[in-house]
Protein backbone atom coordinates (compact mmCIF):
# COMPACT_ATOMS: atom_id res chain seq x y z
CA UNK A 1 0.00 0.00 0.00
CA UNK A 2 1.68 3.34 -0.96
CA UNK A 3 2.34 5.86 1.99
CA UNK A 4 0.20 9.20 2.40
CA UNK A 5 2.51 11.62 2.08
CA UNK A 6 0.69 14.63 3.93
CA UNK A 7 0.26 18.12 2.48
CA UNK A 8 1.63 20.50 5.10
CA UNK A 9 0.63 24.43 5.27
CA UNK A 10 -0.25 26.98 7.70
CA UNK A 11 -2.97 28.40 5.26
CA UNK A 12 -3.33 31.09 8.18
CA UNK A 13 0.14 32.22 7.64
CA UNK A 14 0.00 32.31 3.93
CA UNK A 15 -3.33 34.62 4.11
CA UNK A 16 -1.76 36.40 6.50
CA UNK A 17 1.30 37.01 4.16
CA UNK A 18 -0.09 37.85 1.08
CA UNK A 19 -2.02 40.62 2.18
CA UNK A 20 1.69 42.28 3.43
CA UNK A 21 3.95 43.63 0.39
CA UNK A 22 1.04 43.68 -2.48
CA UNK A 23 2.79 46.09 -4.23
CA UNK A 24 5.28 42.87 -4.74
CA UNK A 25 2.67 41.48 -7.11
CA UNK A 26 3.32 37.94 -7.58
CA UNK A 27 6.65 37.78 -5.75
CA UNK A 28 5.26 36.67 -2.49
CA UNK A 29 7.52 35.94 0.52
CA UNK A 30 7.71 32.33 0.00
CA UNK A 31 9.85 32.77 -3.36
CA UNK A 32 12.60 31.10 -2.86
CA UNK A 33 15.04 31.97 -5.93
CA UNK A 34 17.90 34.93 -5.66
CA UNK A 35 15.36 37.45 -7.62
CA UNK A 36 18.10 39.46 -9.26
CA UNK A 37 20.71 36.78 -10.31
CA UNK A 38 17.45 35.55 -11.54
CA UNK A 39 16.56 38.51 -13.44
CA UNK A 40 20.03 38.77 -14.35
CA UNK A 41 20.36 35.25 -15.71
CA UNK A 42 16.78 35.85 -17.66
CA UNK A 43 18.19 39.31 -19.50
CA UNK A 44 20.93 37.17 -20.89
CA UNK A 45 18.36 35.04 -22.21
CA UNK A 46 16.41 37.62 -23.49
CA UNK A 47 19.69 39.24 -25.04
CA UNK A 48 20.17 35.59 -26.72
CA UNK A 49 16.86 35.32 -28.28
CA UNK A 50 16.92 39.09 -29.60
CA UNK A 51 20.05 37.92 -31.44
CA UNK A 52 18.74 34.62 -32.85
CA UNK A 53 15.64 36.62 -34.14
CA UNK A 54 17.83 38.73 -36.22
CA UNK A 55 20.07 36.39 -37.37
CA UNK A 56 17.52 33.83 -38.49
CA UNK A 57 15.92 37.03 -39.95
CA UNK A 58 19.09 37.71 -41.93
CA UNK A 59 19.15 34.21 -43.32
CA UNK A 60 15.47 34.28 -44.05
CA UNK A 61 15.78 37.60 -46.56
CA UNK A 62 19.61 36.50 -47.58
CA UNK A 63 19.36 32.55 -48.43
CA UNK A 64 20.82 32.33 -51.67
CA UNK A 65 20.35 29.27 -54.19
CA UNK A 66 18.12 27.07 -55.35
CA UNK A 67 17.37 24.86 -51.58
CA UNK A 68 16.68 28.13 -50.38
CA UNK A 69 12.42 28.38 -50.29
CA UNK A 70 12.16 25.15 -47.68
CA UNK A 71 15.28 26.26 -45.95
CA UNK A 72 14.03 30.56 -46.11
CA UNK A 73 10.12 29.05 -44.63
CA UNK A 74 12.57 27.00 -41.44
CA UNK A 75 14.69 30.43 -41.13
CA UNK A 76 11.40 32.42 -41.02
CA UNK A 77 9.73 29.98 -38.53
CA UNK A 78 12.53 29.94 -36.56
CA UNK A 79 12.66 33.31 -36.35
CA UNK A 80 9.23 33.63 -35.10
CA UNK A 81 9.69 31.40 -32.70
CA UNK A 82 12.67 32.70 -31.40
CA UNK A 83 10.67 36.26 -30.89
CA UNK A 84 7.72 34.05 -28.94
CA UNK A 85 10.69 33.09 -26.49
CA UNK A 86 11.63 36.61 -26.43
CA UNK A 87 8.41 38.29 -25.31
CA UNK A 88 7.83 34.85 -22.54
CA UNK A 89 10.86 35.58 -21.24
CA UNK A 90 10.05 39.19 -20.49
CA UNK A 91 6.95 39.13 -19.65
CA UNK A 92 8.27 36.80 -17.24
CA UNK A 93 10.92 39.36 -16.00
CA UNK A 94 8.16 41.97 -15.08
CA UNK A 95 6.42 39.17 -13.22
CA UNK A 96 9.34 39.03 -11.14
CA UNK A 97 9.31 42.67 -10.90
CA UNK A 98 12.40 43.60 -13.12
CA UNK A 99 13.19 45.90 -15.94
CA UNK A 100 13.52 43.51 -19.67
CA UNK A 101 16.37 45.32 -21.24
CA UNK A 102 15.76 45.88 -24.68
CA UNK A 103 18.77 48.24 -25.00
CA UNK A 104 20.77 47.13 -28.32
CA UNK A 105 23.66 48.47 -26.59
CA UNK A 106 25.47 46.03 -25.30
CA UNK A 107 22.74 42.93 -26.72
CA UNK A 108 25.90 40.62 -28.08
CA UNK A 109 27.47 40.92 -25.07
CA UNK A 110 24.61 39.88 -23.04
CA UNK A 111 23.71 37.26 -25.57
CA UNK A 112 25.16 33.69 -24.77
CA UNK A 113 25.13 33.11 -28.79
CA UNK A 114 27.31 35.14 -31.51
CA UNK A 115 25.19 36.78 -34.46
CA UNK A 116 27.60 35.54 -37.44
CA UNK A 117 25.90 36.06 -40.33
CA UNK A 118 27.55 33.39 -42.80
CA UNK A 119 28.58 32.97 -46.71
CA UNK A 120 26.51 30.71 -48.01
CA UNK A 121 23.25 28.65 -46.81
CA UNK A 122 25.26 25.80 -45.83
CA UNK A 123 27.09 28.69 -43.68
CA UNK A 124 24.00 29.94 -42.80
CA UNK A 125 22.78 26.66 -41.62
CA UNK A 126 25.39 26.17 -39.54
CA UNK A 127 25.83 28.81 -37.42
CA UNK A 128 22.43 28.57 -36.51
CA UNK A 129 22.77 24.84 -35.37
CA UNK A 130 25.97 26.09 -33.36
CA UNK A 131 23.98 29.22 -31.90
CA UNK A 132 21.23 26.57 -30.81
CA UNK A 133 23.65 24.29 -29.11
CA UNK A 134 24.73 27.50 -27.42
CA UNK A 135 21.54 27.70 -26.21
CA UNK A 136 20.70 24.39 -25.16
CA UNK A 137 23.71 24.26 -22.75
CA UNK A 138 23.08 27.58 -21.15
CA UNK A 139 19.56 27.38 -20.85
CA UNK A 140 19.81 23.82 -19.30
CA UNK A 141 22.42 24.93 -16.68
CA UNK A 142 19.96 27.97 -15.86
CA UNK A 143 17.03 24.98 -15.33
CA UNK A 144 19.26 23.09 -12.94
CA UNK A 145 20.26 26.49 -11.32
CA UNK A 146 16.45 27.13 -10.87
CA UNK A 147 15.75 23.86 -9.36
CA UNK A 148 12.73 23.73 -6.74
CA UNK A 149 13.63 27.70 -5.98
CA UNK A 150 11.28 28.93 -8.56
CA UNK A 151 9.39 26.63 -10.39
CA UNK A 152 7.51 28.70 -12.94
CA UNK A 153 10.40 30.52 -14.44
CA UNK A 154 12.15 26.55 -14.24
CA UNK A 155 9.08 25.51 -16.42
CA UNK A 156 9.32 28.30 -18.97
CA UNK A 157 12.64 27.88 -19.53
CA UNK A 158 12.03 23.69 -19.42
CA UNK A 159 9.82 24.67 -22.26
CA UNK A 160 12.07 26.89 -24.40
CA UNK A 161 14.93 24.47 -23.98
CA UNK A 162 13.06 21.57 -25.75
CA UNK A 163 12.29 24.28 -28.54
CA UNK A 164 15.73 24.91 -28.95
CA UNK A 165 16.32 21.32 -29.11
CA UNK A 166 14.09 21.15 -31.80
CA UNK A 167 15.69 23.73 -33.64
CA UNK A 168 18.82 22.55 -33.78
CA UNK A 169 17.56 18.92 -34.76
CA UNK A 170 15.84 21.16 -37.34
CA UNK A 171 19.04 22.26 -38.28
CA UNK A 172 21.43 19.36 -37.93
CA UNK A 173 18.84 17.59 -41.08
CA UNK A 174 18.98 20.49 -43.15
CA UNK A 175 22.37 19.98 -43.26
CA UNK A 176 22.33 15.99 -43.90
CA UNK A 177 19.68 16.83 -46.09
CA UNK A 178 22.42 19.39 -48.26
CA UNK A 179 25.13 16.60 -47.62
CA UNK A 180 26.64 18.31 -45.01
CA UNK A 181 26.17 16.68 -42.11
CA UNK A 182 29.80 15.65 -40.47
CA UNK A 183 31.29 18.79 -41.60
CA UNK A 184 32.48 21.01 -38.79
CA UNK A 185 31.64 24.47 -38.11
CA UNK A 186 34.02 27.24 -38.76
CA UNK A 187 36.18 28.05 -35.60
CA UNK A 188 34.73 30.88 -33.31
CA UNK A 189 35.27 34.53 -34.03
CA UNK A 190 37.59 35.92 -30.97
FE1 LIG B 1 14.65 30.65 -28.57
FE1 LIG C 1 16.13 28.37 -31.26
Redesign the pocket.
Known sequence: MAVKKPFQTDIENIRKRAREHIDKGAVTSGYKADRETVIKLLNEALA??IV?VLRYKYHYYMAPGIHSQSVKSEFLE?AN??Q???DRIAERITQLNGTPNFNPEGLLSRSHADYVPGDDLVDMIKEDLVA?RI?VDSYREIVTYLGEDDPTTRRMMEE?LA??EE?AEDMATLLENLGKKGEPAKPAVA
Open positions: TECHEEVHAEAIQEH
